[in-house]
């Protein structure tokens, strides 16, 4: 069925133009979400029926001629918001132990350290925030987060630079110095 013919039907509200939409989406939403959230396929499931739940209620509003880039976009945007959450309720003393030798001193500072390092990194934009947490976090080259951020390439290395500099310049506010290269 045609894009055009399918916005229509879930316009009206009927529940077959859904039944359409997951016919035709479910296997690409999926593969987004497995993208963002690798071996979690609980998870998937749940944001595939969050994304279609989503697209249902927004039906008024949804344009033709990009469903499914707006699909795409609404399943990586609620991944990356599960991968914040979980970074934000990770205890500390998780990712110390993960980090740190046995000295407490080490242990310390590593604590001291990472919350600076989070300070800093949420002294940047939003979206520049999840292209760091995507490439520095995650592993992900810049190519691939620029794709699935909708980024071209160029502008997601410029972002990176920049936000490189925003990052040094809050820790030197702080108190680090940094050799020059």
């Given at each position: 069925m045609r894009e055009e013919e399918l916005l229509k039907r879930l316009r009206r509200g009927d529940p077959a133009g859904l039944e359409e939409?997951?016919?035709?989406?479910?296997?690409?939403?999926?593969a987004v979400a497995a993208r963002v959230l690798p071996g979690c396929p609980e998870e998937w499931e749940e944001l595939v029926t969050e994304t279609f739940?989503?697209?249902?209620?927004?039906?008024?509003?949804?344009?033709?001629?990009?469903?499914?880039?707006?699909?795409?976009?609404?399943?990586?945007?609620?991944?990356?918001?599960?991968?914040?959450?979980?970074?934000?309720?990770?205890?500390?003393?998780?990712?110390?132990?993960?980090?740190?030798?046995?000295s407490p001193q080490i242990t310390l500072e590593q604590r001291e350290l990472e919350q600076v390092?989070?300070?800093?990194?949420?002294?940047l934009e939003e979206s520049d925030q999840e292209l760091f947490v995507r490439h520095y976090y995650y592993g992900q080259t810049v190519a691939r987060a620029a794709e699935e951020m909708g980024l071209n390439l160029s502008t997601a290395k410029t972002r990176?630079?920049?936000?490189?500099?925003?990052?040094?310049?809050?820790?030197?506010?702080?108190?680090?110095?940094?050799?020059?290269?």
């Open positions: 939409l997951m016919d035709q989406y479910t296997s690409y939403v999926c739940l989503e697209a249902w209620n927004r039906r008024k509003t949804l344009q033709p001629g990009n469903l499914k880039g707006w699909l795409g976009a609404v399943v990586r945007n609620r991944a990356f918001n599960r991968l914040r959450a979980r970074r934000e309720t990770l205890p500390l003393e998780e990712d110390v132990l993960l980090l740190s030798p046995d390092l989070r300070k800093a990194l949420d002294s990176l630079r920049r936000g490189r500099e925003r990052l040094k310049e809050f820790l030197q506010e702080v108190g680090y110095e940094f050799e020059e290269a």
